[in-house]
């Protein structure tokens, strides 16, 4: 899987390259790139922002930049990704899919937004990480490309993935590690006791306990 990431800020994207995205590249899972929108302005000053017509508060993302980057990765099996807080909200399902994809753009807009003629001419698909507005679309982008590397094979094992909250529609059972006593507070001793059978039942127990106590709204 290719994406490529357009932003007026390369910088934030530090955290893809570190722990397991780091090695989801270094094992050729995935290949990401960062593009600097700026360096495909075509104005002397190499501005990417303007007033928004008809007044407002703040700036607006101009079209031309975000065009050109488009259109210097854009191949013919390209999804385009705007994440934007109007869009579809960001669920597995949505990342278990993306992650079959081939080849992903995201467009990180910033400031206000973007001028719509971006939308009505490449109709990327609009993409939310939750009802709140950030102050631009990188955060998304991490959280959404985050979000569906898990869905590649051999990104995190099998077994992860399986167990993990939303994956049969519970939340995850509570962890631990060592040590085995800390601040006074023992690990349940099912745990240590080395009977799979009894750990399996007790953690399904938890999972459904844990669901029904932080998000009724699930069951
Ligand atoms: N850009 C700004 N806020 C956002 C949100 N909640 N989801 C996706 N993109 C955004």
Redesign the pocket.
């Known amino acids: 899987m290719i994406i490529d990431i357009l932003t007026l800020f390369p910088e934030s994207f530090s955290y893809l390259s570190s722990s397991i995205m780091k090695r989801a590249q270094e094992t050729e899972k995935i290949d990401i790139n960062i593009h600097d929108i700026r360096q495909f302005s075509q104005d002397k000053h190499k501005k990417c922002d303007d007033y928004p017509f008809g007044g407002g508060a703040g700036m607006l993302m101009t079209a031309q930049p975000i065009y050109d980057a488009v259109k210097s990765v854009r191949k013919e099996n390209s999804k385009i990704i705007f994440?934007?807080?109007v869009?579809k909200m960001l669920t597995p399902e949505i990342a278990k899919n993306l992650s079959k994809e081939n080849h992903l753009i995201f467009i990180c807009?910033h400031y206000e937004g973007v001028d719509q003629r971006i939308i009505d001419l490449l109709k990327p698909e609009e993409?939310?990480?939750?009802?709140?507005?950030?102050?631009?679309?990188e955060l998304?982008t991490m959280v959404i490309v985050d979000c569906l590397a898990r869905f590649i094979d051999g990104v995190i094992t099998q077994e992860s993935l399986s167990e993990e909250s939303f994956s049969c529609g519970n939340l995850e059972y509570p962890q631990y590690t060592r040590p085995q006593i800390f601040e006074g507070l023992e690990v349940p001793e099912v745990l240590l006791s080395g009977n799979h059978q009894e750990i399996a039942k007790w953690r399904k127990e938890q999972s459904i306990k844990r669901t029904k106590d932080k998000r009724p709204d699930l069951i």
Do not use: A, F, K, R
């Open positions: 994440p934007s807080p869009g807009g993409i939310s990480i939750g009802d709140y507005v950030l102050t631009g679309g998304p």
